[in-house]
């Protein structure tokens, strides 16, 4: 039945003609809405007033005979001529209260804003590039003037600039995140986090050495990397406020002890 | 410089007249081929001066000559008066041109801003082709504005007042056909009912937001 | 320009009313870049006009104004009055491009803020000189954030309300992300290397915003 009714409305020669003057620069045209919106031309109507129907017939029409002459349309075009085949159907069939989803009447109405909204946008491309402009119809001030000897420099840089800087970092090729061998290293959020806890029971002096975690004091490496953590880790200690250090001379050990807070 | 040293220090003293006040403004405006704040100007004049007065004046003053006295946004410029372009074929600037794409693609900036990407490709039905937006931004003709409080946070496209100076606007309230195309609901964005065919921009703007930013802007 | 070249051939009719030559002769003295003759003006006017009687009128007009009509050798410009020079100043600023480093330091602080030294050399790949961050401090793009609650307790750097004027930004965070650099062609189609590092988390960002903070400056 559907098909029956396709079958009957058929193009008109007129439909035709227009279907055929297209094709002639289809790469032209900005996409289905473009082509669209030259079809609904043909009906010299107030856009307002336009007949959806009859402008899907005439798109269907041009897609057809761009097949009919072996063009090759874009997928969009295609997708278009789908969509409104079926907006065909449904603004020719009597509504079926079953169905879910918007009337036929509705979308027909948002094509039909669509349409007006990019001719108004075009309209006023025009208006706007037709109005008198900087640098063509009137003009700056053509002479900087030199009054004062003082001479300040000032440095600019443009948005894009900034942006482009930024995207030639970020896509660098040899850029590498740099990374460490963990596995021997103890840091000195450890070390600190180790020593919170331990310094309130140091009350007299103690050594530095007896805070190194365990299993960090035999393996030269690791102990080297545990002693300067949990050294940095003291000296914040102490900055903090919570610690004193000393050290009775050259390379004799390092001892803390427990500040009391007054 | 003496004097406006003195005018600061000596603050006491009152400002200039509006008459001196329109003379410097005049100066200011002159010397600049581009378009000067009030704010600026005050900074520049004597304390206690109104700029915005003095250059109320000085617009009336001109009214009628062979410069103009405009406004361009927050600013204020003078410019020759448009029906003696005919003199200034010296002085004419290459105009570059535009693309019919990229003309399109700044009207509707203009008319809908702040506006996404995806709203422009909405309006036109088809892409933003590549380095559109890149030569309108490379002019000075639009920037980055908000971000759109939608999912994803789209960037967002405004007009410069290069813009505006360009095209003689004193604001972009003064957009050409502005009110009507309010008044006919032209510059609403309407929801397409259902699935329609030229939705380029549902899906695009879901993308184009959804993972856009976490990776910059951690929150 | 019809308008002229129908005056040149009809030179029957009578020349434009002085009034209006002078109108012709203040536009083209504003606008040109140098000093403009006689003959100069005579040339680009319609036929019969008598520019150096216009430039007399004009001359006469601004008396006294902000600015004044004064000779050039055997041409005529525009200048400002010279008892207003000191509101020239701003005019003779020398402006100079941004070295790559600095604007590479620059669009990383902006995109990573609040950004330690560290941070910014790691994200470069080579050492950040101190004249670098100098410069963008004293310019003003910059200023230092709130110390990173790290060992070392290292300061940070973020841009300034200066920055995101000169830039016509509302926020840094209207900066667009890598995908919509790369949406907008401005970068070239590569995806950037996968799992970075990149930000700072949000509570940092917001701390930016706070003010300076005095102990910033304790050392």
Sequence with gaps: MTEDLFREDQMSVQERLAAEALIVDVDGFEGPLDVLLTLSRTQKVDLRRISVLQLARQYLAFVDRAKALRIELAADYLVMAAWLAFLKS????????????????ELAAHLAFQLERLQAMRDMAARLMARDRLGRDFFARGQSEDVTRVRRVT??????????????????????????????????????????????????????????????????????????????????????GHLEI????????????????? | MD?????????????????????????MLFASAEPVTIRDMEARMPHGCDAAEAVAHLRRRYEGRGVRVVRVGDAWAIRTAPDLGFLMQKETVEQRKLSRAAIETLAIIAYHQPCTRAEIEEIRGVSVSRGTIDQLLEMGWIRFGRRKMTPGRPVTFVVTPEFLD??????????????????????????????????????DE???????????FDE
Excluded: C, N
């Design chain 1, 155 to 240: 440095y600019s840089a443009t948005l894009l600039e900034l942006m482009q800087a930024y995207a030639r970092i970020r896509t660098r090729d040899e850029f590498r995140p740099f990374v460490m061998d963990r596995d021997s290293v103890f840091t000195m959020e450890q070390a600190l986090e180790r020593m919170r806890p331990l310094i309130g029971f140091a009350g007299t002096w103690t050594d530095l050495t007896s805070y190194l975690p365990d299993g960090w004091e035999t393996d030269p490496v690791r102990r080297r990397s545990a002693t300067a953590a949990t050294f940095a880790a003291s000296l914040e200690l102490v900055k903090e």
């Design chain 2, 3 to 27: 004097e406006r040293e003195e005018d600061i220090t000596e603050s006491l003293f009152e400002a200039p007249p509006m008459a001196e006040q329109e003379r410097m403004v005049e100066a």
């Design chain 2, 166 to 203: 360009h095209f003689g606007l004193e604001s972009a309230r003064d957009l050409p056909g502005l009110k009507e195309l309010r008044a006919a609901g032209l510059l609403e964005s309407r929801p397409p009912p259902g699935a329609m065919p030229l939705g380029v921009g549902g899906e």
């Design chain 1, 90 to 105: 449904r603004l020719l069939l009597p509504p079926d209260p079953a169905e879910e989803g918007p009337s036929g009447e």
């Design chain 1, 246 to 262: 000393r050290q009775a001379e050259m390379f004799a050990p390092i001892q803390l002890r427990r500040k009391d807070k007054h």
């Design chain 2, 206 to 216: 879901e993308e184009a937001g959804g993972e856009g930013q976490p990776e910059l």
